[in-house]
């Protein structure tokens, strides 16, 4: 059986120039989905699926994360003196346990793949998990628990992937699929953001990973790739002679929450999902279809 995964990485550093002006001085991940921020969503997600220990990898201006994963203790204070104890419960419900959160700043913004490099000293030698808070996926189980699943029965790392129309190859990290069963693409090798021409496939990795820790030992050589960036495709890819590599096909709707419309979406879709909320919200809907 393939070791546990416990760990999970959170590449939180990067700007969010796509979602401008609302990320000038929050970060992206904070943007909220309904009622809670992208990034309480992959908390939760790794959390559901057995993570025991969160490591962040931040960057300036990102310090109303590390404030939403603490106690707010006026608030919580405010809310108990005028007896809204139902409301401090559930705030403290999703709390980490003291330890369970660490945080390590990516100094540079040199890419995703240097991002992940950074949080090399908090994982050390076992498996782990890389989840990318801006794919919003509503999936139950949770994809990364689908993915563990997986993992048992191949080992080596697995990314989550969708198809995606060709035209669209240019934004995501692309297989190149020797054996699909469906569920399962074993690839040969991997290219980050291809043109729709160039790419050997339009299966797309999407923003979950679970990764040996010999790729730390690729990151390593601080290769730059696509955009002058340290890419986390290429070194994924230096690893598949001596590593398997599977893209596994989750059951669920992921939603580019980096994007306007992926956003706006994940808004209606987590909505409409809520007992307490569908019936207003497809009320809300027509009255602007008319
Ligand atoms: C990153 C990765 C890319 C992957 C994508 C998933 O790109 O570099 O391989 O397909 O995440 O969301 P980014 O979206 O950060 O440009």
Redesign the pocket.
Known sequence: MAQAIRKAVFPVA?LGTRFLPATKAMPKEMLPVVDRPLIQYAVEEARAAGIEEFVFVTGRAKSAIEDHFDHSFELERSLTESGKLEAVKELRAWMPAPGQISYTRQQMPLG?GHAVWCARNHIGDEPFAVL?A??LILAGPGCLEQMINAYQEVGGNVVAVEDVPRENTL???ILDVVTDDGYLARARGLV??PKPEDAPSTL????RYILQPNIFDELAMQQKGKGNEI???DAMARTIPKTPFHGFRFDGTRF?C?NRFGYLEANIAFSMVREDMKDRVTQIISKYSE
Request: proline share 0%; charged share 25%.
């Open positions: 990067g995703l990318l801006d794919d934004q995501y990290g980050e953001k797309s990795i999407i923003g890419q986390l495709t580019d980096g």
